[in-house]
C-alpha cells in the first residue's frame, strides 16, 4: 500500500472542515489539503468562474479525479467539498480508502450555525439564488449519504474549532475491532482517548432508563458516563457496587434486580458497566437476566477489563464454591476502552492486566510477545499521572487492539465455548484455584501468570514443547513483574478445585497447554503423576 490520508473529511458547506481540518493537521504534526485548492490549481481558475464556464458535471468529473489521485498520494489531513461524495466515483473511492484502513470522518456541525457560516463565504455556487433554502435542501439530500459514507462521526455541536478538532483526532486515532458471529449481533470494541463518547449512539433511542452500574474506585469515569448518558436524553440510574470480586455475588446481583424492578426497567432499558472486569462481569450478568436478557454496554476501565473481561460475552458470579460458577454468555451491544481511564489505574492493577495480554500472545499473536519482550521495562514502570501523551500510550493501545483481537477470533466462531474459545483459559484451570485459595486477595491476571507457567510445565513434562520454552514463560514473566511461582495450599486442595474447572468433564481433568507458540490443544485426562509434578515445579 502507498502513501494516504490519515483522515479524509466530509460535511456541509460551512461546516468548518478547512478550519477545523487545518486544526487536526496542527495536533497531529500532518499536512492539511483541501480538495478545492487542489482543483483550483489543477483548471487553473476559481471554482466559480470554471462552475460557469463549463457547468457542474465537467467540475464533479475533475473533482472526482483529484480526489482520487489524492487518495493514494497524499499521507495528511484532506478535507473534500461539500459535494464531493454526492458522486459515484468519489463515493467508491473512499470505500476502498476505508477497506485500507482510512478514516473518513463526517464533521457533524450545528446546521444552523454551518448554513450561516456557508452564506456569510460568498463565493459558493451550489448556494445562487435563496442560499438559506438552497442550502437547507442540500442538507436534505447530503446527510443520509454523508452519515453512509463515512466511518467517523464526529459530532460538533456549539464547540470551538480546537475543542472540535481535539476531539476528531482523539476518534481518528481511535482503534475499532469488530466482533461478529453466526449466533450474536454484531459489536464493536473501541479503543482511545474519548472512547466513551460513543455511548448514547451504541445504546440508541429505544432505552429510556440506563443503569449504570459502577465501583467507587472508578467513580470519576461513571461520573463521565453518566453527563454523556443525560446528554445523550436517558433517565440514569446510578448504582454503585461493592469493590473488586466482592461485587461479583449473587447478593449484589439480587439488590439490582430489586431496584430495576422497583425503578420500572423494560425490557427496552439498558445496563452500562463501568469499572474493571469484576464490574463488568456483573453487569453483563444483571443484564442477561433481567427479563432475560436486555441491552448492555460495558466501559472497561482497567488494562485487564479492557484487553479481555469487557469482550466476548462471559458475564458471570462466584459462589462459595468457586470462580464464575455461576452465569451465561450474553454479549454486549458495544464495547468501550476509553484510554482516559487508565490515568487513574494503579501500577499493580495495570501490570496484573498484562498477565492476559502475554496469555494471548503465547495462543495466538506472538507479535504480542515481541512487544511485550521490547517494552518490558516501560511496561512495568507503568505511571498512571505520565500515561496519557506518552509514548506508552500508543504501545498499549496496540497491544489492546491486539489482545482484543485474539479473543473476537474465538468468541467470533464459539460463543459457548464447545472448542476452541477453551483455548482463552490458557493458564486459567490452575488460575481460578488460585484464586480461590486466597480468598480474592490474588489478582486474576497474577494467577493467570502462573498458571500458565504451570500449563507451560505440564506440557513440557509430557512432551508438547521444550524446557526453553518453559523458561521463555517465566522470563517473559518476570520480566512484566508478573508472579511466576505460588505455594499458598497442598496439591490436594488445588486438585479439588481444578476438578471444578468448566473445562473438566466428569471426572476429568481437561486442560490448554501449548505444542508451541501460537498453537493451543486440548489436553484431556493428564496422568495424574504430571498434572502433581507439574504442580510442585511451580512452588516456590
Ligand atoms: N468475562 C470474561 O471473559 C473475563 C475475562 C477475564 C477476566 N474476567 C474477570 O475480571 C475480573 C478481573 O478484572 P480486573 O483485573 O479488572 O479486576 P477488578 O475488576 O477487581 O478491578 C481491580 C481494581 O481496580 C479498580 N479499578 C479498575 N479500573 C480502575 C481505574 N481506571 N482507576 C482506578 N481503579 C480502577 C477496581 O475498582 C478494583 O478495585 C475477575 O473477576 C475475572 O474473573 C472476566
Ligand atoms: O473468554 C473466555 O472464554 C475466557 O476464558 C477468558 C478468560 O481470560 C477469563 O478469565 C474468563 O473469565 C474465564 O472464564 P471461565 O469460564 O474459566 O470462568
Request: aromatic share 8%; proline share 4%.
Amino acid at each position: 500500500m502507498g502513501r494516504q490520508p490519515v483522515a479524509v473529511i466530509i460535511g456541509m458547506m460551512g461546516a468548518g472542515k478547512t478550519r477545523v481540518g487545518k486544526e487536526v493537521a496542527q495536533l497531529m504534526g500532518l499536512p492539511f489539503a483541501d480538495a478545492d485548492v487542489e482543483i483550483e490549481h489543477e483548471v487553473g481558475m476559481r471554482i466559480p468562474d470554471y462552475f460557469q464556464r463549463y457547468g457542474e458535471p465537467s467540475f464533479r468529473q475533475v473533482e472526482s479525479d483529484v480526489i482520487n489521485d489524492m487518495l493514494h498520494d497524499f499521507d495528511g489531513i484532506f478535507a473534500l467539498g461539500g459535494g464531493a461524495p454526492m458522486t459515484r466515483s468519489v463515493r467508491d473511492g473512499l470505500a476502498d480508502y476505508i477497506k485500507d484502513g482510512g478514516k473518513v470522518v463526517y464533521l457533524m456541525a450545528d446546521p444552523r450555525e454551518a448554513m450561516e457560516r456557508a452564506n456569510r463565504g460568498g463565493g459558493r455556487p451550489m448556494l445562487d439564488g435563496d442560499a438559506n433554502a438552497r442550502w437547507k435542501k442540500l442538507y436534505r439530500q447530503r446527510d443520509p449519504v454523508y452519515y453512509r459514507v463515512a466511518n467517523v462521526h464526529v459530532e460538533t455541536y456549539g464547540q470551538t474549532p480546537l475543542a472540535a478538532a481535539r476531539k476528531m483526532k482523539d476518534m481518528i486515532e481511535e482503534r475499532t475491532v469488530h466482533v461478529t458471529g453466526t449466533t450474536i449481533e454484531d459489536y464493536d470494541v473501541r479503543i482511545g482517548e474519548g472512547a466513551m463518547n460513543h455511548l448514547a449512539e451504541t445504546l440508541g433511542d429505544k432505552p429510556v432508563r440506563v443503569a449504570l452500574i459502577h465501583t467507587q474506585p472508578v467513580q470519576r469515569h461513571s461520573d463521565r458516563a453518566r453527563t454523556l448518558l443525560r446528554k445523550g436524553g436517558y433517565e440514569v440510574h446510578d448504582i454503585l457496587i461493592p469493590d473488586a470480586e466482592a461485587g461479583k455475588a449473587i447478593d449484589v446481583a439480587n439488590g439490582i434486580w430489586q431496584r430495576l424492578g422497583d425503578e420500572g426497567f423494560t425490557r427496552s432499558d439498558a445496563i452500562v458497566g463501568v469499572g474493571g472486569g469484576a464490574a463488568t462481569d456483573l453487569a453483563g450478568f444483571v443484564a442477561a437476566t433481567w427479563m432475560r436478557g436486555i441491552r448492555y454496554v460495558n466501559c472497561p476501565t482497567s488494562l485487564l477489563a479492557m484487553v479481555d473481561a469487557s469482550t466476548g460475552g462471559k458475564t458471570g458470579i462466584n459462589t462459595p464454591q468457586g470462580k464464575n460458577l455461576v452465569g451465561s454468555f450474553y454479549t454486549p451491544a458495544g464495547v468501550f476502552a476509553d484510554l482516559r481511564t487508565l490515568a487513574s489505574l494503579p501500577n499493580d492493577i495495570f501490570i496484573e492486566g498484562l498477565g492476559e495480554v502475554a496469555k494471548s500472545g503465547f495462543i495466538r499473536d506472538p507479535e504480542i510477545l515481541r512487544i511485550l519482550e521490547s517494552h518490558a521495562a516501560d511496561l512495568r514502570a507503568f505511571d498512571p499521572e505520565t500515561f496519557l501523551g506518552s509514548g506508552l500510550e500508543d504501545v498499549v493501545a496496540e497491544l489492546i487492539e491486539r489482545t482484543v483481537r485474539v479473543k473476537a477470533y474465538h468468541v467470533s466462531a464459539d460463543l459457548k465455548e464447545a472448542g476452541l474459545r477453551e483455548f482463552l483459559n490458557y493458564g486459567h484451570t490452575l488460575a481460578h484455584a488460585i484464586e480461590k485459595l486466597e480468598h480474592f486477595r490474588w489478582r486474576h491476571g497474577n494467577a493467570v501468570a502462573v498458571g500458565c507457567v504451570y500449563a507451560a510445565e505440564l506440557a513440557h513434562l509430557l512432551g508438547y514443547i521444550d524446557q526453553d520454552l518453559v523458561d521463555y514463560h517465566r522470563s517473559l514473566l518476570d520480566s512484566l513483574g508478573l508472579p511466576t511461582s505460588w505455594d499458598g495450599a497442598s496439591f490436594d486442595e488445588v486438585l479439588a478445585l481444578m476438578h471444578r474447572d468448566k473445562k473438566a468433564r466428569g471426572n476429568k481433568l481437561r486442560f490448554v497447554v501449548l505444542d508451541r507458540i501460537g498453537h493451543p490443544v486440548h489436553l484431556d485426562d493428564p496422568p495424574a503423576d504430571a498434572v502433581r509434578e507439574a504442580f510442585e515445579r511451580i512452588r516456590k
